[in-house]
């Protein structure tokens, strides 16, 4: 069974390393996904940390994943930002997958922005666009929250209505134009992986509302929420599924076409935090 006030043991230890190592006390997260790590080039570094060094943090294996816990500055904002993300698939649990979040909540973060490199499912989408998630479908069969509640983190049954708050996805959409970047908008489904989609599961996914798919975020958000954080998410779409006519999903190409959506979304990224500071 998953205990929370276990990890709520080794979130202060793992905060407390870091407050040592660490200048600033920042006041945004943000999560860079597959591929998305070059979106974070505009910021300005103060202090970097691998993952390995920290206590009780989980180690990524996942490539394009390079494993550092960064602290700057970016648009003059004091910022921690993950370069790369845990899975379920590599075999961690849903509290290893979401620590990262718990230290960021014992650090003080209060703003998190998670970003991620998925597949579409609504044919309106195209290779390289932006998708400001509204909304995310659970399907994974795991909940960060499960066991003993740690009620100095969070209450027992966090209420989901708003989990992508509504004043950043407006605030992320006014970016969007004034950089004339176009976005998308859309719900996102998280399922368990590391095998990808049948073309079943395309067309069932579709049914129920998702418009793009991944193996990620979920768990991170449910925990943001559960510690109280305002919470934005983007999806960079880096292939659409055609259930009738299915095609294979290369990994190679699915960084190739998140690194290179990677500026925009940096830019994006930018004018969200300038904006969070007006």
């Known amino acids: 069974m998953y205990d929370m006030r276990k990890e709520k043991f080794k979130a202060v230890e793992a905060t407390a390393f870091l407050k040592n190592r660490v200048r600033t006390q920042p006041c945004i997260g943000l999560l860079a996904g597959t591929g998305l790590s070059e979106s974070i080039s505009d910021l300005q570094v103060s202090e970097t940390i691998s993952y390995e060094q920290i206590p009780h943090f989980p180690v990524s294996t996942v490539r394009s994943h390079p494993g550092r816990l960064v602290f700057g500055r970016l648009a003059d904002q004091p910022v921690v930002a993950m370069q790369g993300r845990f899975h379920l698939y590599e075999g961690y649990d849903p509290l290893q997958v979401s620590f990262p979040i718990r230290v960021m909540q014992e650090l003080g973060i209060r703003v ?26 659970n ?17 027992r049954f966090p209420h989901m209505a708003f989990a992508y708050a509504p004043d950043l996805l407006k605030l992320a959409e006014q970016a969007g134009q004034n950089c004339r970047i176009p ?25 129920i509302g998702a418009d793009a798919v991944g193996l990620s975020t979920v768990h991170e958000v449910i925990v943001g929420v559960h510690a109280g954080m305002r919470i934005l998410g983007i999806s960079i779409i880096t292939n659409v599924h055609d259930p009738k006519n299915p095609a294979p999903a290369v990994l190679e190409e699915i960084i190739a076409t998140a690194e290179k959506s990677s500026k925009a979304l940096g830019v994006l ?10």
Do not use: C
């Open 183 to 207: 976005l998308q908008k859309g719900v996102y489904a998280a399922l368990l992986g590391p095998s990808l989609e049948t073309p079943a599961e395309i067309r069932f996914l579709r049914t």
């Open 139 to 155: 399907l994974t069969g795991f909940n960060p929250l499960v066991g003993p509640n740690e009620e100095s983190w969070g209450v």
């Open 269 to 278: 990224l930018r004018n969200v935090v300038e904006a969070l500071h007006d």
């Open 112 to 137: 998190l922005i998670v970003t991620n490199a998925a597949g579409g499912l609504n044919p309106a989408y195209r290779p390289g666009d932006l998708m400001l998630i509204a909304d995310h479908l």
